[in-house]
């Protein structure tokens, strides 16, 4: 692997069990590509059905989400996405599984995800998901039969933060619950804190207030392979 880029997985679904909207959360990628971008990295976009993908969390307010959506490669991105099928994961070093709820519903079971995340990391680079990002990390096997996260470290939004926002009963799966019927050894902190975990060439933040933790840990795991 030569070059420095990194892609970036969004979900397509934007249907909340129909109580309201979401998407890919924009915080969980905003700080993260600024802080990737900054340390030299090519960032990348697909979603899982392409097009212009469902967003959450935007805040006009903030200016580094403006600044993200400012980006001309971004932006051009974000207007038509491709999906990762039209990727080669020998060109990339990482992948980052954005978060937001809607990642729950169609990270899962998306064969094309995990395919090119075993091979990614089978190729020495470097895995990564944040808050419920880490359902895209449920069905990762590697070429050995086993389940990537099978006895890793690891963190993801938790079960009581998904009561804490009264989704438990919205939500397919509890996403610490199906981590760790994986093998996954779960290492949550308090509520809504920044919490990020490494094991390795998996990197993994708990929610929101993760993203620049999160960001910074994606650069480091590179550094260090």
């Known amino acids: 692997m030569s070059t420095k ?38 960032v990348d976009l697909a979603s899982v059905q392409g097009g212009v993908p469902p967003q959450d969390g935007r805040d006009p307010d903030d200016p580094g ?16 996405t491709k999906t ?3 990727y080669d994961p020998a060109d990339y070093e990482a992948v980052v599984y954005v978060g937001g709820h809607g990642t729950m519903f169609d990270f899962p079971g998306n064969a ?15 895995v990564a998901a944040v ?20 006895g890793k470290n ?24 199906a981590l760790t019927e994986r093998g996954a050894i779960h ?3 308090a509520n809504f804190t920044d919490n990020v975990v490494v094991d390795g060439r998996l990197v993994t933040g708990q929610n929101p207030a993760s993203a620049d ?13």
């Open 5 to 42: 880029r990194v892609l970036f997985f969004l979900t397509s679904h934007d249907d909340l069990g129909g109580i309201r909207k979401t998407g890919f959360y924009v915080h969980e990628a905003a700080r993260p590509w600024k802080i990737l971008t900054e340390a030299g990295y090519t």
């Open 65 to 80: 989400q403006e600044e993200f959506f400012a980006d001309p490669r971004i932006a051009a991105q974000l207007a038509d």
């Open 84 to 86: 990762p099928t039209d």
């Open 112 to 126: 094309a995800l995990a395919e090119f995340s075993a091979k990614v990391y089978e190729n020495g680079g470097v």
């Open 131 to 150: 808050c419920h990002g880490p359902a895209g990390l449920l069905d990762i096997k590697l070429s050995e039969g086993d389940y990537l996260v099978s």
């Open 154 to 177: 690891l963190t993801s939004f938790t079960n009581e933060e998904e009561a804490a926002v009264g989704l438990t009963e919205v939500v397919p799966l509890l996403l610490e619950t």
């Open 187 to 189: 290492q949550p902190a």
């Open 213 to 225: 933790s999160f960001g910074t840990a994606i650069v480091k795991a590179l550094a260090n392979r």
